[in-house]
């Protein structure tokens, strides 16, 4: 039909796999039921509980625990392909270690992806999302070298136990904020601050254990079938102009804040990234340390981590700029920020959410996807995490959350003309959580959870509505109006 002004639709494939996202610990409540260990998250809120903004704490969060059927319900009524759930570590091991089992926790999770297959809704499951058994804590947690044998015991429970029906293992969720927002920035559990040295034994430790897990699973659970990968947060680090050392100041920031992760594992030659490498041992050398802040590699070690994995999980929330000379602080002596030594804000123009970190930036999906796809030769990805947050008076109606869906949707369809290969997208988050230390202050659920309630009523937003009928459509419809609010 020559001379129409008519755009083509562009659609994502037909194998591509929406879903939503949550993590234990802001969803299940059940702190201490039927045997649940302590981790350090419940012992930070209530050890020290004018750490979480509204002084709340995850003892209840939506109750997960008694109402997972009404969850995967509300997956029902969204049409979901997947559901992306975290496993209490300590809820199936109570004391972090393999030596005791905790069988009501096994069934709380077996009866969960029933329900879920029941229906259809394919289980994505994260070992770790940030609720360390207390009692592995208090042995140094992820700065004991010894971290990766416990997580590999810990992953060989979860593979033994739910792999005949869960084919998607993410090992970690989002190394930097374990490692730098735990052991340095006092802006998550365990609420240490060891300036500059706990971080990098962190990065280390946990990327050997996400190895460990790797292998364990292609080595003994290739027959289940699935797959194993790590979800890192890649937010798009650009440079404030276009200047030579602006660039230079974006490359040193996406190094620190993921490359430090991702480099070991997605790289052809394994590994730190050079520059941080030699920038970390250069201070440390300067600062009187007879050796780098950042642990070496044997060969071995570098051998047994590169290429661990089957996919690259994403999350990815927003745009920050890099700047040489401005916006600059200053840290203390040693620490990751002093050895970073750049610049970073949020551009003016981008409209803000509810959380003051996140703002809605065009098309900086692809700007990430198409970096990580240049960088590390085209790896399968699926973006693990991407939400908006509001206020928790706001209402249903949360047009702001459906423009920055929209825009999240435009700019994976313009990666994927591009060629990178993203094969999912799960958003954050399926229902109003624990938002770690903003409490319940930001809100990026679906749907809303009313938390005056005992029995924690779940109801639809607007973008519930909307996100369904993209779901079902397969291409991004800017006229949609939900008729049901
Ligand atoms: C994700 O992290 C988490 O995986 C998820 O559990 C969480 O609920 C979700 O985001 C929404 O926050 O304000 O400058 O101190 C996203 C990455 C990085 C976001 C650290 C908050 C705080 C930075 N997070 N950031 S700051």
Redesign the pocket.
Known sequence: CHGSTVKQQRRFPDDFIFGAAT?SY?IEGGWDADGKGENIWDHLVHNNPTVVQDLTTGDVAADSYHNYKRDVEMMRELGLDAYRFSISWARILPTGMANEINPAGIAYYNNLINEMLTYNIQPMVTLY??DLPQKLQELGGFMNPLFSDWFEDYARVVFENFGDRVKMFITF??PR?ICF?GLE?L?KAPYLNTSGVGVYLCAKHLVVAHAKAYHLYDKEFRTQEGQCGITI?VNWFGPATDSEEDQVAAELMRQFQWGLYAEPIFSAEGGWPKELSETIAAKSAAQGFSRSRLPEFTEEEKAFVRGSYDFFGV?H?TTVLASATEHKEVYAVPSMMDDLDVGYFWPEENPASA????KLAPNSIYYALTHLKEKYNNPVIYIT?N?W?TLPDSGLIDDDRITYYRSSMESMLNALDDGVNLKGYMV??LLD?M??LEGYV?C?GLYRVDYQDPARTRTPRKSAFVYKHIIKNRFVDYEYEPDTM
């Not at 959380?355 to 996140?358: A, E, M, N």
């Open positions: 993590a802001q999302h940030w969720n989002e904020e927002e920035d802006n947060s999350n929330y959380s003051p970190w996140l995490e939400g947050a954050w988050s959580n938002e770690w930001a990026f």
